[in-house]
């Protein structure tokens, strides 16, 4: 067989790998970066529930630690994200919302941050839904 014959027709075959590979390509390249969006949200909201109850059990305000946890979801604004304070009282996990640590606070008091920021796709695909970010965080009244 010439060498010219070959060529002909192995011409469109690059095109037919490409036009193959290309889709798949792209599907694990957007699952890569969605992963690393979600990952890198989620690991904000840890951080932002951290601090904001380090803020409610050191005895600050609910406003005071509402802007530490603003200021710790960097870019995101205040209104793609939930934030809710808890003050829990005993072993058995009773909650007070937006309660305030006691004055001499027991050892099983303790204030617990949720933090829920709102995530959405870049690509979505059909079928696919968004996952739910969640994060919570509790300290013990008086550091």
Do not use: K, W
Request: proline residues 5%.
């Amino acid at each position: 067989m010439s060498t010219i014959t070959r060529r002909r027709r192995e011409r469109g075959a690059a095109a037919v790998e490409m036009a193959i590979v290309l889709p798949l390509l792209l599907l694990v390249l957007g699952g890569v970066i969605e992963f690393g969006r979600a990952l890198f949200i989620q690991n904000m909201a840890t951080n932002a529930a951290r601090e904001g109850a380090r803020m409610r059990a050191l005895g600050y305000t609910t406003t005071e630690a509402t802007d530490r946890v603003n200021s710790a979801m960097i870019g995101m604004a205040a209104t793609s994200f939930t934030i809710q304070y808890h003050l829990v009282q005993d072993a058995a996990g009773t909650t007070t919302v937006n309660g305030n640590c006691p004055t001499t606070p027991l050892i099983t008091d303790r204030q617990r941050v949720t933090v829920s920021p709102s995530f959405a796709f870049i690509f979505p695909l059909p079928g696919v839904t968004a996952p739910t970010l969640t994060s919570q965080s509790e300290m013990r009244c008086g550091g």
